[in-house]
């Protein structure tokens, strides 16, 4: 019986445990995304027309692009990169203007 009672606290304290940890980390990852996505949503989305005429590849990675992001000096990259980018520095990956 005593047996018994040690593996329930146990449970029940290894089940706190990882309920609290999991909470924490969707909580602090969720936050993350979400700022992600507003830094991204300064910025808006390319037209395909835009995309057509330019037939170019982004800057950061060299792929061509299907959708893309323009910086107010009107360089176009794909959101993904951008926001490495950004995360390093402030500034337009190309030209080094001030962008947020």
Do not use: W
């Not at 924490?24 to 700022?35: P, S």
């Not at 982004?58 to 995360?87: E, Q």
């Amino acid at each position: 019986m005593l047996l018994q009672r040690n593996v329930g606290l146990a449970f029940l304290c290894v089940t706190t445990n990882v309920y609290i940890s999991y909470r924490d980390l969707l909580h602090n990852v969720y936050r993350g995304l979400q700022e992600e996505m507003c830094k991204l949503a300064r910025f808006r989305k390319a037209t395909q027309h835009e995309l057509a005429t330019l037939e170019d590849v982004c800057a950061v990675c060299l792929l061509p692009m299907r959708s893309a992001r323009v910086t107010p000096c009107k360089h176009i990259f794909h959101g993904g990169c951008l926001l490495p980018c950004l995360k390093q520095k402030r500034t337009c990956p190309l030209c080094n203007q001030q962008i947020c």
